[in-house]
């Protein structure tokens, strides 16, 4: 009898697996976990045919510079592959230490801390300090990671539009003037392009006593001087509480970082489960984010192509009557509207030989079905050509 109940529980998750329809979708029509066989910059081979890459977040391009190549290659042979430990037992090495103080110093922040994911920093950003009782204050549009970590914090959230200073202050008149509250957004939306409205948003959050905290995985390296991202753009590090973002964009790196005072650096420290209970970042992980850093305080000339390649790429689609969300940053959607045309379009640009990802609702709003694609510095001009062929062709495709 016991048995019987036992294998009736554990059927129902087998056939939840078994039925599920975005899967048996995926499994159909392939658009993702693509294993490429090999690649060099921007070209990438997949089922034996080259392809460009017009969808990763390697946005300066680093992540095939030979000095970034040899860092990562020494961090290896002086550290070993991996330090097998959490920060808080047998995995802190001085290299940590090292890189969390450079970030902290590019950002104008008096401390930082390194996890082993963007995906990490960013949601233990939220759940370390917010608490039960506490009111969270989000943009409708805010990636996954910032959610777990609302979720986790159990504080009662409240949405509000996207990027809208206006729906911010309406929803906030809900709120108690005396509840602890805390803002959460990004600097740079990575399916809308958008940039945050950040001076409208951080004026409100002041005079509401909000405690904010902006996600600039695609903002650093990409906005402010020197790439110091979103906040710098605008002027406002005495605005934002904590900055966090991720290594494996801009650093091409992997891991990712939370910025801020000494005190909220150190309560992280103490609170921050995906601290606590998670492996350090590797040797050469740590070694590749550091000098990417470096070469972005001393090689100007790859944050200028990235943004004269965007301005290309921008004018490109637009002259295909092609509709990209009023992007203003290298992260570009090409919206389509409904899976039936993101499809057609996105196979054509394979046939092509152009690598884009499709995203569609729920991970977008319905309606704003879409191709994501990101320019890199390291895109050329032979690149830029083929791109435009493979964008008229799928145009026609619709
Ligand atoms: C806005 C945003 N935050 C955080 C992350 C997570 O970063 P990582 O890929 O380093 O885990 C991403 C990655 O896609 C992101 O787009």
């Not at 914090?153 to 990027?163: I, K």
């Not at 791109?387 to 145009?395: F, W």
Request: glycine share 8%; charged share 25%.
């Amino acid at each position: 009898m016991a048995i019987s109940f036992f294998s009736k529980g554990k059927k129902a998750m087998i056939s939840r697996c078994r039925d599920d329809y975005a899967t048996k979708m995926r499994l159909k029509y392939a658009p993702y976990y693509h294993a490429m066989e090999s690649q060099t910059g921007t070209n990438v081979r997949l089922q034996g045919r080259d392809m460009i890459m017009l969808s990763s977040n390697d946005y300066l391009g680093l992540s095939f510079h030979p000095k970034v190549i040899e860092a990562g290659r020494a961090a290896m042979l002086k550290w070993g592959t991996s330090t097998t430990g959490a920060r808080t037992s047998n995995g802190s090495r001085g290299f940590h230490v090292e890189l969390e103080e450079r970030l902290a110093a590019f950002l104008g922040r008096e401390a930082c801390h390194i996890h082993v994911a963007g995906y990490l920093s960013c949601l233990s950003s939220v759940a370390s300090f917010a608490q039960k009782g506490d009111h969270i204050l989000a943009d409708k549009n805010i990636h996954s990671c910032l959610w777990d970590g609302i979720r986790l914090s159990m504080a009662t959230v409240e949405r509000f539009s996207h990027n809208s200073p206006d729906d911010l202050r309406e929803v906030l008149t809900a709120v108690s003037p005396d509840a602890t509250k805390m803002l959460v957004v990004e600097g740079v939306y990575s399916m809308e392009g958008h940039i945050a409205r950040l001076p409208e948003l951080a004026e409100i959050a002041e005079e509401n006593g909000c405690f904010t905290v902006l996600d600039d995985a695609h903002g650093f390296g990409v906005l402010g001087r020197k790439g110091r991202g979103t906040v710098d753009h605008f002027g406002l590090n005495d605005k934002v509480d904590i900055i966090c973002g991720s290594l494996s964009k801009s650093l091409a790196s992997t891991g990712g970082f939370v910025a801020a005072s000494r005190e909220i650096i150190e309560y992280l420290r103490t609170h921050s489960k995906q601290t606590i209970f998670s492996a350090a970042i590797s040797p050469s992980q740590a070694a590749c984010a550091q000098t990417s850093l470096e070469i972005m305080q001393q090689e100007p000339q790859h944050l200028e192509r990235l943004w004269a390649n965007t301005r290309r790429y921008r004018a490109m689609l637009k002259s295909l009557g092609l509709d990209t969300w009023e992007s203003e940053t290298p992260a570009v959607p090409i919206v389509l509207g409904s899976k039936e045309r993101v499809y057609p379009f996105w196979k054509a640009l394979m046939e092509k030989g152009v690598f884009t990802v499709m995203s569609i609702a729920p991970a977008v709003p319905a309606g704003k079905d879409l191709i994501r694609t990101a320019i890199s510095a390291m895109h050329t001009e032979e690149q830029f050509e083929r791109i435009a062929d493979a964008m008229a062709y799928a145009v026609k495709r619709l």
